[in-house]
């Protein structure tokens, strides 16, 4: 059997970032319920940003306050800044997640920042949290085009200097391919910290990428439950693979993930309930098994 690795579903924030409807702060909460009942380690359940730029992700307070604790089950939240951490600290969470991007044109847009200058805001954060970064547009830039792997295990470099304890490359608009995923990946393990990818299936090269990134050692996988996600803040970028589809690749594969992928499979419909229209994701429409 192949070794374990352990998936974050992100999909109560990249998941519903993107949606034109904005849950309600208690269906929010009882997505991240569903998904840890599921045997997930990890869940990504909010967003701490202003409610003004992406208002899918108001009351992240709210949220949190819902959450019924799993034991075993790191529950995250996503910041861009130290305000953003501010907000998380007075929460219980379980770990950050900072995101930042490759470039400068795609940093603004998303944070109102140069990268040196989210490098800084990292950097200033004290807390005792394990510490993710997702570092976006990766795999390229929809405003600055391709994205050399130099620059991007620079910055992680950098990442990793400023209090990163995992590193996540992030392909935000879904044009990566699997030799890009290999070579951040091979390369990224020489950090000296876990790596990980986050993908989107835009092009239908996202399942590639998460099996290239497989063979080349990653240890950590971010997708979201039924495939949905999405940036607001990048053209035509659509959903991240679908985390049942990705667990019943692994499981395939001989990857143990401890996850009950029929569980998951019924949080995906209830979802499409809730949103009222069938998901992007696969697995749950046709099923785990040739039954």
């Not at 699997?178 to 399942?207: I, S």
Request: hydrophobic share 45%; net charge negative.
């Amino acid at each position: 059997m192949a070794a374990p690795v352990t998936i974050c579903d992100v999909g109560p924030r990249d998941g519903l970032q993107n949606e034109a409807e904005t849950l309600a702060p208690q269906v929010r909460a009882e997505l991240v319920n569903r998904l840890a009942a599921t045997g997930l380690r990890s869940v990504e359940a909010v967003s701490f940003v202003r409610a003004e730029s992406v208002p899918q992700m108001a009351d992240a307070e709210e949220v949190v306050a819902g959450i019924e604790r799993q034991d075993g089950v790191a529950y995250s939240g996503l910041v861009l800044n130290a305000k953003g951490y501010e907000r998380l600290s007075a929460c219980s969470l379980d770990a950050v997640h900072f995101t930042l991007g490759a470039t400068d044109e795609f940093n603004r847009r998303n944070a109102n920042r140069t990268v040196d200058e989210s490098v800084a805001e990292l950097e200033g954060i004290d807390t005792d949290l394990p510490v993710s970064v997702s570092i976006s547009v990766s795999f390229g830039c929809p405003f600055a085009g391709e994205v050399l792997p130099e620059t991007v295990l620079a910055l992680a470099e950098r990442c990793v200097a400023a209090g990163a304890g995992e590193i996540v490359f992030a392909d935000t608009i879904g044009v990566g391919v699997p030799h890009q995923a290999r070579e951040l990946v091979e390369r990224g393990k020489g950090l000296g910290v876990p790596v990980g990818v986050h993908l989107h299936n835009t092009r239908n090269t996202g399942f590639a990428n998460a099996y290239a990134a497989l063979e080349a050692g990653a240890e950590v996988f971010e997708s979201s439950v039924g495939g949905l996600g999405g940036c607001p803040f990048a053209p035509r970028a659509t959903g991240n693979i679908a985390t049942e589809d990705l667990v019943f690749l692994l499981h395939g594969e001989g990857v143990e993930t401890g996850i009950d992928l029929d569980a998951l499979i019924g949080v995906s419909e209830w979802l499409e309930g809730v949103l009222g229209r069938a998901l992007p994701g696969q697995v749950y429409r046709a099923g785990a098994s040739l039954a």
